[in-house]
């Protein structure tokens, strides 16, 4: 006879972690189920945790989760050829408890997160493959593994699959998605000491830096990259969405290579040493793409639920919201006794009703516009460069007559009434 | 050194390799006939496909597990399955 749990979670990410953590606190016998040799081994990230939702699962992490650095400093770079216009925000209240957020590295933070799960009362299996859920009568009632009688069964099964979630696409949850919302991105960690890590980019002792970088970076193409600090490494990434990388037929890892060589990246990972490249999908197709989140004993959570909001870079924080989310909703339909889909749709509500899907329905058409509109990363911003060098050289050019030539060049190139249509288009897209 | 090709980048990471692929081409003749830009051997980003003039090999034993082959294939000619339990990509860092 095959055991039976209150709670199965698939798969042991921040979504999953979150969840069976939650769950198991508050009394629940929960199984966690991951494919990979270990929590982390098949999870990529940029690098970016932030604080706020994850002290809302463990408070005070900090103190004792394995992080990299508290991020004081947020760049922007919009980077032509051979120039950048940069702004940003460097902040030492960051630098202090609470902190805003830390670049961390996912395959040791993802293992101590699902140890604190197995410490609070769950069981986490690793290396094993959830092949379906088990339906019966309408209801998910187990899931199907790859193990030798790899049953095993519960009143809820949460899925936080990850953004392939082949499980809630086989219960009809959602289709298979478009390669216009998905971003393919492929990352490298490259070690370098501490000490040069702080020179290059005027840090101070554990402070950390982001830099996310627009423009040539993806050759023009919808998409960022990154640059981060860690302890006594750096995370480089680049990523664009899938259907652009099929359009201008761009190989991820060479794209990758141009942004190392970029004369101004290039400096920074100077003398590094590459110890790691990994590749990852990133659901951005936003709030248009969320699947249904809740069916009869069946909950959908974090990147398997398409949370994720590729404009302020969130996914592992909403992850970590929703996997809470999941486990209220679970204990008080566990109160009732009652896990059909009206009473699990309370998970549905609270994420509706969360900064999750307010700020996904924000930005519900920028990914649309930015894919149809390509001009913004193609031209705008060798344009910006190309103002910002011509009004700071000095060259005996009154200010006035600059400020027009600028003006001038801008308007000469796409006509006044195009450039007024796309900062409205721009504009309307993420207000 | 930091890498300066996919080889090299290739060479960072651990896999503990099934026998069996988890990656199936299912029809071959589609990549031979209807597919003249055989974008799978673009986007990859471990350079798991590779035309080799009749028939696409795939190295599996190198996938990241990132599904953009499934996804990306205009002819939803791949069938993507996860490697067994334990098996195929280990990250160790990021």
Redesign the interface.
Known sequence: MPEKFDVIVVGAGPAGTSCAYSCAKSGLKVLLIE???YP????????VLYRKQMEEIIPEFWKEAPLERPVVEQRFWMMDKESVVQFGYKGLEWAVEPYNNFTV????FDQWFAQKAVEAGALLI????VTECIVENGKVVGVR???PDGEAFADVVVLADG??S?LSKQLGFHR????DE?A?T?????NLPKEKINDRFNLEGNHGTTIEIFGDSTQGNLGTAFLYTNKD?L?IGVGTT?SS??KA?????ELL?YL?KHPMVRPY?EG??????????IPEGGYHSVPRVAGNGVLVVGDAAQLVNAIHREGSNMAMASGKMAAEAIFEAKKEGNFSESSLNRYKEALYGSFIIKDLEKYKDAAHTFEKYPQYFKDYVPMMNQAMSKFFTVDGTPKREKQKEIMRSVTAEKGTFKVMQDIYRAWKAVK | MSTTNIEEKQFLLRFKCDTKSHLTVLDHDVCMTQCPDKLCTVFCPAEVYKWEGKRMQVGYEGCHECGSCRIGCPYQNIKWEYPKGGHGIVFRLA
């Open positions: 494919r990979g040799e982390g081994s098949k999870n990529v990230m940029g690098g590295l996912r395959a040791q690793n290396e094993t493959v593994t790859d193990r953004v392939n082949l298979e998605f478009r390669p998905v393919l492929v990352m490298e960690v490259i490494s995370n899938l990388m099929i037929k761009l190989k991820p890892y290579d190392k990972i590094g040493e590459s110890a790691e490249y990994l590749a990852h999908l």
